[in-house]
């Protein structure tokens, strides 16, 4: 480290006694004494080890540590689900055209890719885990998963209630409409909405974030849903489908719909949550639309 305006100089003329009280002594400019410039330099020495042993430099070195290890998990789960989708495409266009050998060749392909996956098998071990009541063994695999890939813990369905208004959430992944090659992944969900209260409400606007494996995140807003603006009675629902392509073979979307009720004239508007919902290629332990 260098000491900004602090510089090397020739020496300063002595001082001549001229018979009279010489000035109060002042440091020459320019240079700083040998006693003083160590006095500062160890000041500096000190100072420098303590801010590099504090405990904040830690915490921030630490940050940085775990921050960097999650974008390589991250970055070696794209390349492996790249692979997974590129495998699964292959397979059904060699079913598609009656290529049986070759069908056959891909599957055990992806058989074997099943079995050696990371999340897939550390997802089948925790689930064994529980049905076994081996909690303790669960909890390690679902921490391993959680450095390994945070998104994987996130189900692709979510479930949430806002005043009485329930929003279920399913997503799938759709092959062909994929092309991992190009980076292009396409994901359909559908959303079931059903009116617990006792009041009628109409949906009026929808507002998504959607983030990918990336951490790349985008905010939509629209009006309504599908075109519609739906009017909800209670203990009916609505449900509609639609799809979301995404760059990444994996990622997230949740968001809430801006709703009113409809039987009150000058009623506020209020937002029902859509809880978070995984968008990955990998699925979960339940891959059936709602």
Same mark, same amino acid.
């Given at each position: ?85 590129? /495998? ?5 266009? *060699?079913?598609?055209? +009656?290529?049986?050998?070759? $069908? @056959?060749?891909? &599957? #055990?392909? %992806? ?10 098998? /550390? ?5 064994? *885990?529980?049905?076994? +009541?081996?909690?303790?063994? $669960? @909890?390690?695999? &679902? #921490?391993? %998963? ?30 062909? &409409? ?113």
């Amino acid at each position: 480290m260098q000491w900004a305006g602090v510089r090397s100089s020739s020496p300063a003329p002595t001082a001549a006694w001229m018979g009279r009280r010489p000035r109060t002594a002042r440091w020459p400019r320019g240079r700083l004494p040998a006693s003083r410039g160590a006095v500062v330099a160890s000041a500096a020495a000190s100072d420098a080890n303590s801010s590099s042993n504090s405990p904040g430099k830690d915490e921030e070195r630490e940050e940085v540590a775990r921050r960097e290890k999650e974008e390589k998990a991250a970055a070696s789960l794209i390349m492996r689900s790249q692979k997974y989708a590129m /495998l699964k495409q292959q397979l059904a266009v *060699a079913a598609q055209f +009656e290529d049986y050998k070759e $069908a @056959a060749r891909l &599957r #055990d392909s %992806l058989r074997s890719f099943e079995e050696e996956e990371p999340v897939l098998r /550390l997802r089948g071990l925790m689930r064994k *885990a529980i049905e076994e +009541e081996r909690f303790e063994d $669960a @909890a390690k695999y &679902r #921490d391993e %998963l959680q450095i390994l890939a945070p998104h994987s813990l996130l189900k692709c369905s979510s479930d949430a209630t806002t005043l009485g208004i329930r929003v279920q959430v399913r997503s799938v992944y759709i092959e062909s &409409r994929s092309q991992p090659l190009k980076g292009q992944f396409f994901f359909a969900y559908r959303i079931r909405i059903t009116n617990n209260s006792q009041r009628p409400v109409q949906l009026l606007r929808r507002h998504w974030i959607v983030t990918d494996g990336n951490g790349r995140t985008e905010n939509i807003w629209g009006v309504g849903v599908v075109g519609e603006q739906p009017v909800i009675f209670p203990r009916t629902g609505f449900e509609y489908s639609s799809a979301c392509p995404l760059s990444t073979p994996n990622g997230r979307m949740e968001g809430d719909f801006e709703m009113k009720h409809i039987d009150k004239a000058g009623s506020s508007t209020f937002n029902v949550a859509i809880a978070p919902f995984s968008l990955s290629i990998l699925g979960d332990d339940n891959d059936v639309l709602l």
